[in-house]
Nanobody, 124 residues
């Protein structure tokens, strides 16, 4: 059974940084596209970033470009989200997603596996 477990969330001041981690267990990591979504209170879950299993292709939403960086470590079967210059509007529960099953990377329905999420709060 595939499991994704996120960690690294917390409270940070505007302009600060956080690094989220997502560990995969239960399946081979290589070949899996991995991604991050987020869901703010009262809003739908939205795409943030993703990277293919080969690491050759990366997608970012406009709000993440230049501030967030996704990376993956095949040896540790983990994917990371480095978030810099955080803003209050980045406050959300961040979810790790695994195994992209269609070309629509931005759609939640395209991802087979999900973690339970980690809370990120950006506030002074």
């Amino acid at each position: 059974q595939v499991q994704l477990v996120e960690s690294g969330g917390g409270l940070v001041q505007p302009g600060g940084s956080l690094r989220l981690s997502c560990a995969l267990s239960g399946r081979t990591f290589s070949g899996y596209a991995m991604g991050w979504f987020r869901q703010a209170p009262g809003k739908e879950r939205e795409f943030v970033t993703a990277k293919t299993g080969t690491g050759l292709t990366t997608w970012y939403t406009d709000s993440a470009k230049g501030r967030f960086t996704i990376s993956r470590d095949s040896a540790k079967k983990a994917v990371y989200l480095q978030m810099n210059s955080l803003k209050p509007e980045d406050t959300a529960v961040y979810y790790c997603a695994g195994d992209l099953t269609s070309d629509t990377v931005y759609a939640t329905s395209s991802w087979q596996y999900w973690g339970r999420g980690t809370q990120v709060t950006v506030s002074s």
